[in-house]
């Protein structure tokens, strides 16, 4: 055998640990802001999975109420999967530039089905481009009669405000009239945007929330190779960033969908997976403003082991960040992080993000079922890979979108369920609580500093038992460690 196809000793998470240094600072003022992209910037290293079990509206919007990023997955159709980026991209604002609204003629029943689609409360009434009133479900509260115009029972006496109003002046105007929401208009009496009470409480209740340039939450959705009319749909919808989602990044098809998206878009475009140096230098000539790695570490993937193919995570992390630091372009570390010290781990490797995907599984805003098995609450998680997600559609993921029953698809994932962990809110607090104190312990006030000054001591079997608690029986859980999660994965 030739020494050169001979790569390198692979190492992951459970293979290192990080040695402390000194430190000038408490973990508390840790400052956990990062790049997702070389252009976005989100306020805590998470991003979670496109998977049909992790990520759809309600996780993406509590995610980034915390300062994370989510993905919506794209196993859905192209309408479905924009409407839950609408949802998130409506689910907070600063201002609402582009209202949703109707006329006076319209119906009671349009205005009602509008409200249930789009989850609002309150739409403008306009005739031409003129405010003419507002309706809210406090005027249809009491309504029998779905088939009158919205004239009928419109609130006429409208608040309003001029267009450069600033939320600190909403406020008070909203608190003096003792209404929820303001119309801006400009000086021809036309709508220009919308502010709402429950905009502003929210900006006080997440200062840490990412948003864009209108002050809505941040989100990203997958697509597949060439899926040309799936795109183009997302970046009508909004969607922040596109991430091309295949198992095999370091292929011609997902290099030419990116020009093409970068060709014919100003969006930012996040690709993989991959795990080599090479394939992260050909995905940043294709333009891509972020890296994701990884091949087969997740812990629902059996790429490694159906496939004989992969490199062990932190040595992945380590080779592509390594290429992409020269080109300025961050890594996303997507797998095999089962504590929060891996985050760290990670971060200190190269990454500049980590995806999650059964860690996040588990809380009450993922999409999986909640079941019960020997009295204990679980949530159902399969991989991309699965048998099951590939027949909903995922199969292209894998190169394998030309298959066409169960019988002709090769599963590189499993299904199964991980434990119930509760609310995503809680849950985030002690994972960004770890990845301070490793900071602390490191010396690193900043994540930048935590990925280029940290250092990695390699340990033995016997350094990881000493690692986790032993020579005592837990008789209560912490609730960021459990050693019943390491017996079950």
Known sequence: MHKDRIFLEGITFDDCLLVPAKSDFVPSQADTSTRLTNNIKINIPIVSAAMDTVTTSALAIALSQEGGIGTIHKNLSIEAQCREVAKVKRSENGVVLD????????????????????????????????????????????????????????????IKAPADTTLEQAKDILQKHKVEKLLLVNGQGELAGLITMRDIDRYQQFPNAVRDSRGRLRVGAAVGVKDFERIEALIKAEVDVIVVDTAHGHSQNVIDTVKEI????????????????????????????????????????????????????????????????????????????????????????????????????????????????????????RGMGSLGAMVKGSADRYGQSSSTSKEKLVPEGVEGRVPYRGTLSDFVYQLVGGLRAGMGYCGTPTIEQLRTKAKFVRISAAGVNESHPHDILITKESPNYSMREMLED
């Open 99 to 158: 209202p949703v609204v109707l006329t006076s003629n319209q119906t009671v029943l349009q205005a009602r089905e509008v409200m249930t689609e789009q989850n609002i409360s309150g739409i403008p009434i306009i005739d031409g481009k003129k405010v003419v009133g507002i309706l809210t479900h406090r005027d249809l509260k009491f309504l029998r009669d779905d088939s009158v115009k919205i004239s009928e029972v419109m609130t006429k006496d409208v």
């Open 262 to 381: 970068k060709k014919n878009h100003k969006i930012d475009v996040i690709a993989g997976n991959v795990a080599t140096a090479e394939a992260t230098e050909d995905l940043i000539k294709a333009g891509v403003n972020a890296v994701k790695v990884g091949i087969g570490p997740g812990a629902i993937c059996t790429t490694r082991i159906i496939s004989g193919v992969g490199v062990p995570q932190i040595t992945a992390i380590m080779a592509c960040a390594s290429a992409a630091e020269k080109h300025n372009i961050p890594i996303i570390a997507d797998g095999g992080i089962r504590f929060s010290g891996d985050i760290t781990k990670a971060l200190a490797a190269g990454a500049s993000s980590v995806m999650l995907g059964s860690l996040l599984a588990g809380l009450a805003e993922s999409p999986g079922l909640l079941v019960i098995y020997k009295g204990r609450q679980f949530k159902e998680y």
